[in-house]
């Protein structure tokens, strides 16, 4: 490929190198030069333009991105990808690939690095390995840093890359036993339950607790001889520190063997790996009572997916092991202070489906639906909130008068509510410990739950109702990073999978308002 300032008569079919305005016109990059885009530079006095021009055995920064991702995407099974992830359609010489179910991303050892090495002009970027994603997450993406790469360097990259997979949860059945002694309460059995069922479910399986029985290895090996599920989860009343305790010597009586006790995550530590007849046998870590991710998640993770664990499988989790500071306990004496939470409004988009004005704009009992919203986060007691501004900026402005608010405006809104959300973040202040994301159509959300949501412990809160997540969805501090990340129309759930999740019962189906269309607006219209 060459590059560089030619003259106006040996530039057509070139593709223009850098955004430029022309006349009347603002050219984009890789535009390619006709006879009329000459003829416009020609009568604005330009004498050349810094083009790329392909030459033979040059592919195309698209052609050469899809190729390369068709080729991480490849893997097989007769007539049926089953990678667990599709390439998406290329953009500016880039291409995501995207997961297609809820599951483990992974990429071979060394394969990532062995790509990018071929050649400059072509990079590959992916999550860590054994990262958790949800379907359409993105997990890796291809990009053609020039405008045409060579057929040979193209080649050498196809055959360094390696299919990447996103290894699909499958529904288990999990049994959970909870051993006991004097004192246990029936409130901590309680949580127990309620914290593994929730965890369980976000894996697609579901949990069958069996009633309690006594901390003792005889009565718990009966009960690990006896039971029929896929998984065995066995919570002790007491830690478990040794391969003496009761425990591992429950899952020995019972025939089993005890593959590992111990590993190096935190928090998570103290968890026991076992089999009875090929059933895994999990003995919880005391962490295993939180909702907080820990080494457990890691390893349900695993099985869910499919994928093998062993005792080597664990020693390997300490690379990475040491868990964000967020999902660990915090150290003894250090005091607690209350979140300082506030409120980010996304009101940067164009609601297309709408027609007509601005969708925030319009009307619900005598005020712009987003005024409902910015009033209920002021009566929940939230600071002024950010509002993040794109298409009619001034209007929604004007329409905010007197309410205190921080208004930022995302140049690049019209890539898609990622840039929105990205823009928003980064304007949080540093005061701010976690950030309530509200999408500004949602007229009829209450103070009290915006109140609740910001008060709730957890990495990520959201409200559910009937079984769907709604919003707004509480970010912490920790996940600021990956959020002003985000890039098109990829949203917060891409980065949800690094966190757990803690779903908040919502006061009404007012968490799913989606006021985008006529229709909608109508319905919203039609309520009392």
Known sequence: MKFGPVPLAQAAGCLLAHGQQIGRRRLPKGHVLGAADLAEAAATGLAELIVAQLEPGDVAEDDAAAALAAA???????????????????????VNLAATVDGL??????????????DEALTLAALPNGSRVTAGAIVATIKTIRYAVAQTTLAAAVAAAKPLHVHGFRPLSVGLIATTLPGTSAKALAKLERVTAARIAALGSHLDTQPPCPHDSAA???????????????????????????????????????????????PGNLLVLGRIGGRPVIGLPGCAKSPKR??????????????????????????????????????RGRASAPATVGAVVLAAGRASRMGGPHKLLEDWRGQPIIAHVIDAIAAAGLPPPIIVLGHAADAVRHALSGRPARF?????????MGRSLAAGIAAVPAEWDAALVFLADMPRIEPTLIATLAATPGQIVLPSWEGRRGHPVRWPRAAFAQLIGLAGDVGGRAVMADYALTPVPALSDAVLDDIDTPAALAALRNQS
């Open 220 to 266: 718990l090996a009966a009960v690990l001889a006896g039971a029929t599920a896929d998984l065995l989860l066995v919570a002790g009343a007491s830690a478990t520190v040794d391969r003496g305790d009761v425990i591992p010597q429950a899952i020995i009586a019972a025939g089993g063997v005890v593959e590992r006790l111990g590993m190096p995550v935190d």
């Open 294 to 331: 820990n080494g457990l998640d890691l390893v349900l993770e695993r099985l869910a997916a499919g994928l093998p664990v062993t005792a080597e499988t664990i020693a390997a989790m300490g690379d990475g092991g040491l868990l964000p500071e967020a999902e660990r306990p915090e150290p």
């Open 105 to 118: 991303f992974s990429a071979p050892p060394g394969m990532v690095a062995a790509v990018n090495a071929v």
């Open 72 to 94: 991480l995407a490849a893997a097989q099974v007769g007539p049926q990808p089953s990678s667990g992830l599709a390439a998406l359609a290329p953009v500016h010489g880039r």
């Open 408 to 416: 930022v405006t995302a140049a690049d809104w019209a890539e898609g």
